[in-house]
């Protein structure tokens, strides 16, 4: 754990049920004259699956990205267990933040184990000197971290790939390997962005009870997904974002049933909605263009579109 991030917590060791664990605070991500993400509010406590859904390029991943130090967010301020964030991604895993890709980055040539024995480098104290030498201190880390990765392995199910290529593991075991590899940084938040992409209906059921065993066992759960069912099934809150902004956020029953969240969804923004504006305008130049086009290539059928 670094100095700037050192809470009376440890990691591993969730704190009291109903603290807050992330806040983040109006936080924006302007990418040139493009705003991914505008001044989203978002919390979530210790013992809690929160969803965060919304239609493609909604601002998302952008905004776990700025939860976890890959991009510093243009206003806002992110915090964990009440401390400030630092701005690099391995800071903020070492302070307790962990997770996982909406492309799976995983290294293909190494083992399923050792895959996840790279996740436990922020937690071993063993430094450069102890590896060169490998003394009895060094051993004993490599002993523990081993052990612990294999454990890991089990919980996610797949202790007897442990030895294969991260390469050859079909695409549902490599969406677990990544999340046991999150796991090994022994994190209080576990971020999720589309861990069941990819997945036939079993898998997806299988991960579900997964994340609920991560809950269970003292990580905070922030979820990003498209499947609906799969979000409403295991979250116990659900934000929405639409075009960068926070629609809605409530529990999963509130959102479900929200109009605005069914028309974010088939693309006819509401009264309300605060990327109406901005969605009617593309939406009546696409009109005016396709009408346009539709005229250029068949003059005499306008009707024919
Ligand atoms: N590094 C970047 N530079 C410029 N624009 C970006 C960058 N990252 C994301 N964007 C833009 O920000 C917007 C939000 O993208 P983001 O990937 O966060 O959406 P998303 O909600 O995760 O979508 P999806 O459900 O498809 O994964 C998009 O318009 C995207 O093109
Ligand atoms: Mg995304």
Not at 47 to 63: C, D, Q, R, W
Not at 88 to 96: H, I, L, N
Not at 99 to 115: D, G, K, P, S, Y
Request: proline content about 5%; aromatic content about 6%.
């Amino acid at each position: 754990m670094t100095t700037d991030t050192t809470t009376k917590d440890t990691a591993a060791g969730a704190p009291a049920p109903g603290d807050t664990v992330l806040d983040a605070r109006g936080v924006t991500m302007r990418f040139g004259g493009l705003t991914a993400v505008r001044d989203v509010d978002l919390t979530v406590r210790s013992g809690e699956i929160v969803g965060l859904i919304g239609p493609n390029g909604a601002g998302k991943t952008t905004f776990f990205n700025c939860l976890t130090g890959l991009y510093i967010p243009t206003e806002g301020e992110v915090r964990y267990k009440d401390k400030v964030l630092p701005p690099k991604s391995f800071k903020v895993t070492a302070a307790g933040i962990a997770r996982t890709f909406q492309n799976i980055r995983l290294f293909a040539n190494m083992t399923v184990l050792e895959n996840v024995l790279v996740g436990r480098h922020t937690r071993t104290k063993e430094g450069f000197w102890s590896a060169v030498l490998r003394g009895p201190g060094f051993h004993k880390a490599e002993a523990a971290s081993r052990e612990r990765a294999t454990e890991l392995l089990e919980f996610v199910g797949l202790a007897d790939k442990a030895d294969h290529l991260a390469r050859n593991l079909p695409y549902g075991e490599q969406r677990k390997l990544e999340i046991a590899r999150a796991l090994a940084s022994e994190p209080g938040l576990l971020l999720l962005d589309e861990p069941t992409a990819g997945m036939n209906p079993q898998e997806t059921r299988a991960a579900e009870e997964l994340i609920f065993a991560i809950r269970d066992q003292g990580t905070a759960v922030l979820v990003i997904e498209h499947d609906m069912r799969f979000i409403f099934n295991l979250c116990d809150r659900v934000a929405v974002l639409v075009q960068g902004q926070k629609l809605i956020e409530g529990d999963p029953a509130t959102v479900q049933g929200d109009e605005r969240v069914i028309a974010a969804y088939i693309g006819e923004p509401m009264e309300n909605d605060p990327g109406a504006a901005e969605a009617a305008e593309v939406e009546a130049a696409e009109a005016a263009a396709e009408a346009e086009a539709a005229t250029d290539a068949a003059p005499g059928k306008e009707n024919d579109r």
